[in-house]
Nanobody
Framework: LQLVESGGGLVQPGGSLTLSCVAS????????IAWFRQAPGKEREHVSC???????????IYGESVKGRFTISRDNAKSTVHLLMNNLKPEDTALYSC??????????????????WGQGTQVTVSS
């Protein structure tokens, strides 16, 4: 499975961006999908995740630092997972990567659970 992220860029504080994660040649419906981010000199941080379509609860997790500002969603018709990021802050600046887990229905905030990773898209929040 190859994952490709898009939608990153430079935005002013308070602005919004929508990141997208797509898979080449395969549907993402059966995977739990997560977004992680990593800023220079810092550890990888879980941002959000959404469970696979086989999880009837539609379980979603948000990291504490993004709750109320970020929204994760699936577009199953396009086999895409989006991350809508509102009210962006300078501390949101990082390389954002999506990851996929095929073995478990319910998503997790632990990066070791994810077998597949994209290359990432850079988000820079600065005035």
């Amino acid at each position: 499975l190859q994952l490709v992220e898009s939608g990153g860029g430079l935005v002013q504080p308070g602005g919004s961006l929508t990141l997208s994660c797509v898979a080449s040649g395969e549907a993402l419906d059966h995977y739990a999908i997560a977004w992680f981010r990593q800023a220079p000199g810092k550890e990888r941080e879980h941002v959000s995740c959404v469970s696979s379509i086989h999880d009837d609860t539609g379980y979603i997790i948000y990291g504490e630092s993004v709750k109320g500002r970020f929204t994760i969603s699936r577009d199953n018709a396009k086999s895409t997972v989006h991350l809508l990021m509102n009210n962006l802050k300078p501390e949101d600046t990082a390389l954002y990567s999506c990851a996929a887990d095929f073995r478990r229905r319910r998503c997790s905030d632990e990066d070791i659970r994810y077998e597949f990773w994209g290359q990432g898209t850079q988000v820079t929040v600065s005035s």
